[in-house]
Structures are given as C-alpha cells and as structure tokens.
C-alpha cells in the first residue's frame, strides 16, 4: 500500500543553523504535501504545504521543496530557534481518489541555544 | 483552536470494556478523519469520512467502529476486540482533500 518514509527521525541542532528534514512516497498520483508541527502535549498544526503544480514554497524561514520524478519532499528551516523545537510531520493524499492523508512517522527537533 | 473539540481528554477503561470518544466540529467541513498516535510511530489513519452516513476504513481500522449521522460529529468506539487501545488519539476536520487538515486537542485512552 501507499505509505511515506521520513528521515531522520531525530535531528539536533545549534541555534541559528539549518534543518532540513526528507520524506519519500510511493503513489505517483499522490498531489498535495503539508508538513506539520506538533508541540509537546499539543495537537498537530500545519506550517506549510505543497501542492504538485509547484517546485518549492517558502514561507519566512520555512521552505518545502518537491520533486515528483524521484518522489520525494523536504522541509527546510532557516536561522532555527528554540521555538522551533517540537515533532515535524509530512503527510501525502493516500491514494488516488485523493480521499485522506498519510503521514510520515515524524523527525523530534531539538534546538540548542 | 480551530472550532474542533474532542472530549474526554483522559479516559480510563477496563480491559474487555467498550469505550466511545466524541469529536465535534463547527467549521463545517465535510470531512473528518480519526488518527491514532503512538510514540515513534507517527499518526496513523483509523477511519475517515467524506460525507455523511459515509465513512472508509483506514490503515488500522480493526476494533474500532465510527459512524457520521450528522455533519459535525464523527464519534470513534473503541471495543474490546482493540487488543492494544492505550494510545491518543486525534480527531480532524477539512474541507476535502486535498486541503488542511485541523485537529482538535486529542484524547488520551488508558486501559487499566
């Protein structure tokens, strides 16, 4: 079945460098990707989205880019923060009638200031 | 928060018992979706709904059960036949894929 692969699933970084979080996925047809950010003990928010008529997305210190021939997504976060520490999800459409999303087992953001 | 409540937020239940989680929402979306989430694995799709008296099961739909009477309740029933419930779990609404998906706070089931 369809599913979506996400690495690293941890990553530690110092104040003020890059991130950059991958994730793969397996149905072609699929079109929409949203990343989302889960703080401890909070739900699930959306910080971005790419749709497959696009190449990338950037939205103040947070990108997406998406290259549908090798299947796979990035999220790329600029100048981290400590507020930026919290649990990262992608997600893509699940199948081809577009009905619900699946999501990627998540990567655990650490910024160390 | 985005119009969407989950209740209760803790629930304890007794093996062999069959519990039931409301999720209510007033955006009126046509869609909603249960997500089940445990440590390291992600959220994974219990039951989805585009429409209502409509629903499909998701990737580990086996011992639960939903039912969509109504457009702003998508209520999940957790049975005894759920050999592992302990989990959260997350209700969410959209207006359709491919669009947002908002969720609300979640609930936390405990079997004792």
């Known amino acids: 079945g369809e599913n979506v692969e996400q690495h690293p699933s941890t990553l530690s970084v110092q104040e003020g460098d890059s991130a950059v979080i991958k994730c793969t996925y397996s149905d072609s047809a699929s079109n929409y990707f949203p990343w989302y950010k889960q703080e401890l003990g909070k739900r699930p928010q959306l910080i971005i989205d790419?749709?497959?008529?696009?190449g990338e997305k950037k939205d103040q210190r947070i990108a997406v880019t998406l290259n549908k021939t090798a299947k796979h997504f990035s999220l790329h976060i600029t100048e981290t923060q400590p507020e930026d520490s919290a649990v990262y999800f992608c997600?893509?459409?699940?199948?081809?009638?577009?009905?619900?999303?699946?999501f990627g087992k998540g990567t655990t953001l650490s910024v160390s200031s | 928060d985005g119009g969407i409540t989950q209740s209760p937020k803790y629930l304890f239940r007794k093996e062999g018992q069959n519990v039931t989680l409301s999720c209510e929402q007033n955006?009126?979306?046509?869609?909603m979706y249960w997500y089940r989430q445990d440590p390291g694995q992600g959220l994974r799709l219990i039951y989805y709904s585009q429409i209502v008296n409509d629903f499909q099961k998701g990737d580990i739909a086996e011992g639960y059960s939903v039912s969509r009477e109504k457009k702003e309740s998508f209520p999940l029933t957790v049975t005894s036949a759920q050999k592992n419930p302990t989990a959260f779990y997350l209700c969410?609404?959209?207006?359709?894929?491919?669009?947002?998906?908002?969720f609300g706070p979640g609930t936390r089931l405990t079997v004792l």
């Open positions: 969410a609404s959209s207006t359709g894929p491919p669009n947002e998906q908002f």
């Open positions: 997600a893509a459409i699940l199948n081809q009638a577009g009905t619900a999303l699946i």
């Open positions: 790419i749709r497959s008529n696009v």
């Open positions: 955006l009126n979306h046509d869609a």
